[in-house]
């Protein structure tokens, strides 16, 4: 069987697909990759279904051994990547022999790199999907130092582009977002919403933690818990919002102010601890 | 009823009390519309999320505005019965705020019937309705920072079973050994919204 082996994880792997949506309803987050974008380019440049479960790499560090010739790219923020001691690019297919050792570096802006593989990786789907979703606990363990993970039968051919741009990622966000459903829960939600936030360390796959002024409520009564989505501004009595990405809760009791709209989900889920996000009504 | 917006794809629907929710979740689940990406109930609202692209909200809203809510369809609900060892830490302090004996206090959580309102907190999580008045009770002054996977307790208007090892605030009552929520199993969860259930002293 092909098996790519993970020589380093750095500081944490996680096998992704576009997730498990639809479960919702039985308390199950839709999970998947963060940056979606840039998984599905990476499956696209290998040969794969956009849908194909790739590795999320936070902050560099992995390294992969392939233990039969492969298709490998690496998508997300740029970053430096090795075969070998031969610096090759990211963004780009790259043909891996058997026993080749491929390494990403540290990105210099952003957190969360791609690595698909000709094949996709094909361990068990749990729910339909082969994400790892760190609220729940489902899907595959994160990834250790030395597991080696099976890979499914390659079944496209590379894509041919030459040269795919990386995205470029902003010191400071504006992210565009509808207001409510809870707007009139809030005084001046506008303005409030739309000073400088940073992004606080405490940021994971479950939300995104942000700090400046807290948003001031107009309405203090309990919330019966409702459903929420991927991109919801959820605010807690601090009045500091989190962003809600992939692995939230299905329902939380406290108001979302605003919805993230879906096309800058993908530059949040970039976003380091300190890069500063401010939002607009749109 | 009250639609609210909820980003570019989905919409939260306000509902005036539970039984609204619970019967317009039902009218929409039997109408089987296409391109519904989740269907989220809450203890007050609806949450529609619609495939990009599809029209499914504005057929949730058309069906919902002509939809006769006090004779919602009846569905066809899974029956589940969960047996419980009754040996919560708080089964006194919850018999003694209801005013009655611990074996009165059991009689009443178990003579009730229940319906799945909702789930969230974790996966195969459900909140239950159908709670007899006197063990509507408030949560735990202080929550516990862990809670046994399959402890049954009773919290507000609800009750329901923790199906991992979590923190909680919820008013202990026993255990099951049921298993709540199992990704190989072809039911994942056991409780789904509308499924019927009770409980059984054991």
Redesign the interface.
């Known amino acids: 069987m092909r098996v790519l082996e993970i020589v380093h994880t750095g500081p944490l792997a996680l096998v992704q697909d576009l997730g498990r949506?639809?479960?919702?309803?039985?308390?199950?987050p839709p999970s998947g990759a963060l940056d979606a974008d840039a998984l599905r380019l990476g499956n696209r440049l290998v040969g794969n279904p956009e849908d194909a479960a790739g590795i999320e790499a936070l902050l560099g560090g992995l390294a992969v051994r392939a233990t039969a010739p492969c298709t490998v790219a690496v998508t997300g923020p740029l970053v430096p990547v090795r075969v070998d001691d031969r610096h090759v690019g990211s963004h780009a297919a790259v043909s891996l022999r058997a026993g080749q050792t491929l390494a990403l570096d540290r990105p210099t802006a952003g957190l969360r790199c791609y690595l698909a593989v000709s094949g996709g990786i094909a361990l068990e789907p749990?729910?339909g999907s082969r994400s790892r979703d760190v609220l729940?606990?489902?899907g595959p363990e994160p990834l250790e130092d030395g597991v080696s993970l099976p890979l499914g039968p390659v079944t496209g051919v590379p894509a041919g582009a030459d040269v795919v741009v990386a995205p470029a990622l902003p010191e400071r966000l504006v992210v565009p977002v509808?207001?409510?459903?809870?707007d009139d829960w809030f005084t001046d939600l506008v303005e409030g919403l739309g000073a400088w936030w940073t992004v606080t360390p405490e940021s994971n796959r479950v939300g995104l933690r942000l700090d400046g002024p807290p948003l001031r409520r107009a309405n203090t009564a309990e919330l019966?818990?409702?459903?929420?989505?991927t991109?919801?501004i959820q605010v807690p009595p601090s009045g500091l919002p989190v962003v809600f990405l992939a692995d939230h809760?299905?329902?939380?009791g406290y108001p979302?102010a605003a919805?993230?709209?879906?096309g800058s989900l993908g530059a949040l889920a970039q976003a380091r601890p300190g890069t500063s996000v401010r939002f607009r009504s749109s | 009823m009250l639609w609210?917006?909820?980003?570019?794809?989905?919409?939260?629907l306000d509902c005036d009390s539970l039984a609204l929710m619970t019967a317009a979740r039902a009218t929409v689940e039997a109408a089987g519309i296409d391109g519904i990406?989740?269907?989220?109930?809450?203890?007050?609202?609806?949450?529609v999320?619609a495939e990009?692209g599809s029209r499914a909200l504005s057929a949730v809203r058309e069906l919902l505005d002509g939809a006769d809510l006090t004779h919602p369809p009846a569905g066809s609900p899974h029956e589940v019965t969960l047996d419980v060892h009754y040996d919560g830490e708080d089964l006194s302090l919850v018999a003694r705020d209801a005013g009655v004996s611990v074996a009165e206090a059991v009689a009443l959580h178990t003579e009730a019937e229940y319906t799945v309102a909702?789930?969230?907190?974790?996966?195969?999580?459900g909140?239950l309705t159908g709670l007899p008045d006197a063990l509507r009770q408030p949560r735990l002054e202080s929550p516990r920072t862990k809670v046994p996977a399959g402890a049954v307790g009773i919290g507000g208007e609800f009750t329901g079973v923790y199906p991992?090892e979590s923190p909680g605030g919820w008013r202990l009552l026993g255990h099951t050994d049921a298993t709540l929520?199992d990704?190989?199993a072809e039911r994942?969860?056991l409780f789904?919204?509308g499924d019927r259930v009770r409980f059984r002293s054991v």
């Not at chain 2, 990406?37 to 949450?47: C, N």
């Open positions: 949506p639809g479960y919702a309803h039985l308390g199950v749990v729910l729940s606990g489902i509808v207001l409510g459903p809870r019966p818990s409702e459903g929420l989505l991109g919801a809760p299905t329902t939380g979302v919805v993230v709209r879906r | 609210r917006p909820c980003g570019e794809h989905a919409a939260l990406a989740e269907l989220v109930p809450g203890a007050r609202s609806l949450l999320v990009p909702f789930t969230g907190f974790a996966p195969g999580f909140y991992r929520f990704p190989a994942p969860a789904a919204p």
